[in-house]
């Protein structure tokens, strides 16, 4: 155990310092933070914008951050946590002291996590801060409301990354096999009949929504064919957090036993 906790700290700390010096750690900074922009933009083209800030506010978190900048973020960092050392031949070098392999991927996803979660914080208290400057949104009495939306992206974060992470290991094309589950499965299921929404991780971030004392604005839903129709099966909040956190646990465990199973080439084998 001393030498599982000894690997992930050194492999976490080290996977950490690598992510900070990127370039495309501080490229995805500013794209997450564009958000910030669009209140001064509303105010200055559409003052009038002020006097529903609140649910534009919130329009914005859960539409741009926890639907879309949350998942993207996982997408880019998951699935290249491990399949970049892969393809490059270079994670036998982390194998080579005898190190536990499962050590070595929770210390990458434990790294992918702080980073992640560490930027789009940053981002959703900015963009807090320019609602509050130029639409003058109220700051007291929303900050259950950031807390809750700051929670809920950390959870969801966790889910699809956990969710790239496996994926990474499992196929050599983990960018589109991801997307199209993420940007495809998930954005189509709402045409499918049955309880196929409950093979999505969408469902359940959805359902875990912070309550809200306005009416929330919703995506304009697509009228299909009355043989098309599906009757929607809600799940409670307890339901919901525990199977993301079922399945972020069981795609960790996907991803530990696929890299303990394998065996990896090294730059040299590869002719």
């Known amino acids: 155990m001393g030498l599982f906790a000894k690997v992930f700290a050194s492999i976490a700390t080290f996977t950490t310092y690598l992510y900070l010096r990127r370039r495309r750690t501080w490229i995805m900074a500013a794209l997450i933070a564009l958000p910030a922009l669009l209140p001064p933009l509303g105010a200055y083209y559409r003052p009038e914008i002020a006097e529903e800030n609140i649910e534009v506010f919130d329009a914005v978190v859960q539409f741009m951050y926890l639907l879309t900048l949350t998942p993207l973020t996982a997408l880019v960092y998951g699935c290249s946590l491990l399949?970049?050392?892969?393809e490059g031949r270079?994670?036998?070098?982390?194998?080579?002291?005898?190190?536990?392999?499962?050590?070595?991927?929770?210390?990458?996803?434990?790294a992918f996590s702080v980073v992640s979660i560490a930027l789009l914080l940053a981002s959703v208290l900015l963009t807090f801060a320019s609602f509050?400057?130029?639409?003058?949104?109220?700051?007291?009495?929303?900050?259950a409301l950031v807390g809750r939306y700051v929670l809920l992206i950390a959870i969801?974060?966790?889910a699809y990354g956990a969710f790239c992470?496996?994926?990474?290991?499992?196929?050599?094309?983990?960018?589109?096999?991801?997307?199209?589950?993420?940007?495809?499965?998930?954005?189509l299921v709402v045409a499918?009949?049955?309880?196929?929404?409950f093979l999505t991780l969408q469902k359940y971030v959805l359902r875990l929504l912070p309550e809200a004392?306005?009416?929330?604005?919703?995506?304009?839903?697509?009228?299909?064919?009355p043989e098309l129709?599906?009757?929607?099966?809600?799940?409670?909040?307890g339901f919901s957090l525990c199977a993301l956190a079922a399945t972020t646990a069981v795609f960790l465990i996907v991803a530990c036993l696929v890299v303990r199973s394998r065996e990896f080439a090294t730059a040299g084998d590869a002719g």
């Open 83 to 86: 399949s970049e050392e892969i």
């Open 90 to 110: 270079t994670l036998p070098l982390l194998l080579s002291r005898a190190a536990p392999r499962s050590a070595i991927v929770l210390g990458k996803y434990a």
């Open 132 to 143: 509050a400057y130029f639409l003058k949104l109220p700051v007291g009495e929303n900050l």
């Open 156 to 158: 969801t974060l966790l």
């Open 165 to 187: 992470v496996a994926i990474s290991t499992l196929t050599r094309r983990p960018v589109v096999v991801s997307a199209l589950f993420i940007f495809g499965w998930e954005k």
């Open 192 to 197: 499918l009949p049955g309880y196929a929404d």
């Open 213 to 225: 004392t306005f009416n929330r604005v919703e995506i304009e839903k697509v009228d299909l064919p």
């Open 229 to 237: 129709m599906r009757a929607v099966y809600p799940v409670s909040e």
